[in-house]
Nanobody
Framework: QVQLQESGPGLVKPSQTLALTCTVSGGPITTNFYYWGWIRQPPGKAQEWMGAIAYSGSTYYSPSLKSRTSISMDTSKNQFTLQLSSVTPEDTAVYYC???????????????????WGQGTQVTVSS
């Protein structure tokens, strides 16, 4: 059974880069047909899919965040990471990593397609 755990700073200053790591246990992140995603939920708002990295290393990003977002993976550590640059207080949210083995074009950009989730980590952007 796949288990995911987010880690990283809970406080980031405006204009800096938010960086989070997701550690995966229960299976390799190179497992065929799996996608590893980042989803956030600002207070009082809906979940927002940010992007994902596939088992093959291909990356996919939300159009609204693409210019600021980078997702990568370290297969030796069974981890994948999120970097969100030039943050503002509007980036304050609970950030989740999650996984899906969905099939179909673009299925990985829907939060409800994700089967396994980390517990989430609060990130506050403030000076």
């Amino acid at each position: 059974q796949v288990q995911l755990q987010e880690s990283g700073p809970g406080l980031v200053k405006p204009s800096q880069t938010l960086a989070l790591t997701c550690t995966v246990s229960g299976g390799p992140i190179t497992t065929n047909f799996y996608y590893w995603g980042w989803i956030r939920q600002p207070p009082g708002k809906a979940q927002e899919w940010m992007g994902a990295i596939a088992y093959s290393g291909s990356t996919y990003y939300s159009p609204s965040l693409k210019s600021r977002t980078s997702i990568s993976m370290d297969t030796s550590k069974n981890q994948f990471t999120l970097q969100l640059s030039s943050v503002t207080p509007e980036d304050t949210a609970v950030y989740y990593c999650a996984s899906t083995d969905c099939s179909g074009y673009g299925c990985y950009d829907h939060p409800n397609e994700y089967d396994y989730w980390g517990q989430g980590t609060q990130v506050t952007v403030s000076s």
